[in-house]
Structures are given as C-alpha cells and as structure tokens.
Antibody, heavy 116, light 107 residues
Framework: EVQLAESGGGLVQPGGSLRLSCAAS????????MNWVRQSPGKGLEWVAY????????KYADSVKGRFTISRDNGKNSLYLQMNTLRVDDTAVYYC?????????WGRGTLVTVSS | DIQMTQSPSSVSASVGDTVTITCRAS??????LAWFQQKPGKAPKFLIY???SLQSGVPSRFSGSGSGTDFTLTISSLQPEDSATYYC?????????FGQGTRLEIK
C-alpha cells in the first residue's frame, strides 16, 4: 500500500525557516517523481515544487523560488522541503504528492503557520 | 502559466441526481487533465486522469470527458458520500495549475 506521511510543520515567525519531511513507503521511491502542493486555510490547491526521481530536475512555483528548496534522499525513501524567509502568506497545509504531472497519491499534509 | 477555471463554484443536488462540473483551460491542453475529490480535513483523492480514465477503485458513477480547453466531470446517481470539493488540474506542463474548486452539497 502506498503511504506518504508529512511531518515538520508548526508555528514559525515571519522570516523564519522550517524543514518539512515526507516519508514514503509501499512503492519504489526512486522510480517516482515527487511534488509538494499546498493549500491555504479555506482556499484552493497551489503547486509548490517538483523533483525528478534522482533529483536531477527541479522546478519551483514563482511564489517560492529562491526561498524554498526541494530535495530527496532515495536511501531513506524521503522527500524534503526546506523553507526559508517564510512569509505570512506561506501559511498552509503542505502535502507531498507522488508523480510528475500526474499526482496519484497524496499524504495527509502538515500545517505550517507563519505568524508573529 | 495555464489558467484553469471551474464552474459552478458550488452546486447543491439530491441523492440520485446527476451533476456536471465544467473546467476550462486558458490554452489547449489536449487531454492532459485530472480531477480530484477533497473532503474536509482530508487530502485530495485522485479520481480521473487523461480527462476520462477512471483511477482504480473509483466508482463508475464518476466520469470525465473533454479535450483541448473544455472538460467536464459528471457524477451520476449521487450518493451522500459524494459531498466534497472537486478540483481539476492541468497535467500538460509545469507549473501545475488547479481550478479554484467546486463545492458539491448533497441535500
């Protein structure tokens, strides 16, 4: 069974940093591209970042480019999102999702709240 | 970026009814469209890909159609558990973009 479990969310002040993790199981992790997608409270879905199976290809939404870094450790079956210079409008539930452009499995999400 | 526009933003229907949700892309995306269902407090669930292919395990009362810029999600024989918000997503290119969502209420 495919499982994705995010962790690392919490309350952080504007300008602060946070690192999210996504633990994957039930599939051959290095065979799959991965994404982070976020959802602000009461709002729709916003794609954040993408990484290819071996990490050689990375893409970001303009809203996070230069502040967020996506990475993966295939030996640990884990996906990461390093978030720096956080802003109030980064407040959201962050989901990891399996796939490139076809997002077939999602984790349950981790809440990031940016507030003073 | 490809803009995705859904309509209506919300719809109310009764058990047994048929509901249609539309999604329009700002440019031709061939059949590179997916549909998701999201219930409150839960992650989105992948329903349909390539505009009309049902993901394994999704009930056959869900169907999708369309190509180019105009797409539809049809839910027939509505069930109480279909109450959710539905999102379309273009899967043609990055950045991935989603519609704003359609909230389906079961009366």
């Amino acid at each position: 069974e495919v499982q994705l479990a995010e962790s690392g969310g919490g309350l952080v002040q504007p300008g602060g940093s946070l690192r999210l993790s996504c633990a994957a199981s039930g599939f051959k992790f290095n065979g799959y591209e991965m994404n982070w997608v976020r959802q602000s409270p009461g709002k729709g879905l916003e794609w954040v970042a993408y990484v290819s199976g071996f990490g050689s290809d990375i893409k970001y939404a303009d809203s996070v480019k230069g502040r967020f870094t996506i990475s993966r450790d295939n030996g640990k079956n884990s996906l990461y999102l390093q978030m720096n210079t956080l802003r109030v409008d980064d407040t959201a539930v962050y989901y990891c999702a399996r796939g490139g452009l076809r997002l077939d499995y999602w984790g349950r999400g981790t809440l990031v709240t940016v507030s003073s | 970026d490809i803009q995705m526009t859904q309509s209506p933003s919300s719809v109310s229907a009764s058990v047994g009814d048929t509901v249609t949700i539309t999604c329009r892309a700002s440019q031709d995306i061939n059949s590179w469209l997916a549909w998701f269902q999201q219930k409150p407090g839960k992650a989105p669930k992948f329903l349909i890909y390539a505009a009309s292919s049902l993901q394994s395990g999704v009930p056959s009362r869900f169907s999708g159609s369309g190509s180019g810029t105009d797409f539809t999600l049809t839910i027939s024989s509505l069930q109480p558990e279909d109450s959710a918000t539905y999102y379309c997503q273009q899967a043609k290119t990055f950045p991935i973009t989603f519609g704003q969502g359609t909230r389906l209420e079961i009366k």
